[in-house]
């Protein structure tokens, strides 16, 4: 088991960048990938982005291909979505999680990111 805490959210405008922060400390052998997911009030979690940990294998959804960047920094155990030119609907709260091979186990707290038009 993993704990996670993410960090980062905030309120922006269009085209504006943030740079959300997961920490992850526990038994961190026990998981192999670290990604990042959102949710809307009452949707569901949608996946955004994973990085296949220790490998610097990254894999990021469609809809934000090309604005985002998932990397990790082994050293101080955390991994960063760097988020860039956003756009209102990307708007949401944001949860890092850590899966053994795609199996997601532990989920962070939330960070909200808001962007205004």
Same mark, same amino acid.
């Not at 956003?86 to 708007?91: A, F, G, S, V």
């Given at each position: ?12 405008? @269009? ?6 922060? /997961? $920490?992850?400390?526990?038994? @961190? ?10 949710? %809307? ?7 955004? %982005? &994973? ?6 294998? &990254?894999?990021?959804?469609?809809? $934000? ?30 949860? /890092?999680?850590? %899966? ?10 939330? &960070?909200?990111? &808001?962007?205004?038009?």
């Amino acid at each position: 088991q993993v704990q996670l805490l993410g960090s980062g959210g905030g309120s922006v405008q @269009t085209g504006g960048s943030l740079r959300l922060s /997961c $920490v992850v400390s526990g038994n @961190t052998k026990s998981r192999n990938n670290i990604g990042w997911f959102r949710q %809307a009030p009452e949707k569901e979690r949608v996946w955004v %982005a &994973t990085i296949l940990t220790g490998r610097a294998k &990254t894999y990021s959804a469609d809809s $934000v291909k090309g604005r985002i960047t998932i990397s990790e920094d082994n050293a101080k155990k955390t991994v960063y979505l760097q988020m860039n030119n956003l756009k209102p609907e990307d708007t949401d709260m944001y949860y /890092c999680a850590a %899966a053994w091979d795609g199996n997601w186990f532990d989920w962070g707290q939330g &960070t909200q990111v &808001t962007v205004g038009s």
